[in-house]
């Protein structure tokens, strides 16, 4: 792998991971920033800021866990399918 190629899978790798972050972030911020005004709203006798703290905001960390592997994955599969290919 040339110093291009290996800037470039870098590079993605850092963009990916800063959207991930920032997804996490929202998420964190979200559920706790709106608790007070979806307190009102109650689904089965229970408000629904517990079901976003408690159910979602961990649903959402997983899938951040999963879409980051599934990308990595390929990420790297692509890297080494193009080191491969350089004489």
């Known amino acids: 792998m ?3 190629q290996r800037q470039q899978h870098w590079q993605r790798t850092r963009r990916m991971t800063a959207w991930l972050l920032a997804l ?3 998420t964190g911020f979200g ?3 709106f608790a007070r005004e979806l307190a009102g709203l109650t689904v089965f ?3 629904l800021s517990f079901y976003l703290a408690a159910q979602g905001a961990s ?3 997983l899938a951040i866990i999963a879409i980051y ?4 994955r390929s990420n790297d599969n692509a890297a080494r399918a193009a080191a491969k290919e350089q004489p």
């Open 2 to 4: 040339n110093e291009h």
């Open 24 to 26: 996490w972030l929202a």
């Open 31 to 33: 559920a706790a920033f």
């Open 45 to 47: 006798g229970w408000p």
């Open 59 to 61: 649903l959402v960390y």
């Open 69 to 72: 592997c599934w990308r990595m």
